[in-house]
């Protein structure tokens, strides 16, 4: 059974930086690419950023390049999300989620439960 667990989720200050982490099971982590996705209060689920399975071509949001760095462990079967310069727009819940083959942009099948992020003084 394909599970991912987030984590790391929480309140921050404007400017902060927080580490969402994604613990995967169930699958072989190194052989498919990973995605995060985010949905703010009352608006739609948006990608933030892919990486391929071996840990090529991460790609971004617009309004997240620059201060969000996505990286993967595949030796712990885990995959991060570096954010900093966090901002109130940046609120929402975010998922994990697996990709359908070795690269990000080739479609995404299972989700994680999300973990909310909160960025407020």
């Known amino acids: 059974e394909v599970q991912l667990v987030e984590s790391g989720g929480g309140l921050v200050q404007p400017g902060g930086s927080l580490r969402l982490s994604c613990a995967a099971s169930g699958f072989t982590f190194s052989m498919y690419a990973m995605s995060w996705v985010c949905q703010a209060p009352g608006k739609g689920v948006e990608w933030v950023s892919g990486i391929n399975s071996d840990g090529g071509s991460p790609d971004y949001k617009d309004s997240m390049k620059g201060r969000f760095t996505i990286s993967r462990d595949n030796a712990k079967n885990t995959l991060y999300l570096q954010m900093n310069s966090l901002k109130a727009e940046d609120t929402a819940v975010y998922y994990c989620?697996?990709?359908?083959?070795?690269?990000?942009?080739?479609?995404?099948?299972?989700w994680g439960k999300g973990t909310l992020v909160t960025v407020s003084s």
């Open positions: 989620r697996k990709g359908r083959n070795q690269w990000w942009n080739g479609g995404m099948d299972y």
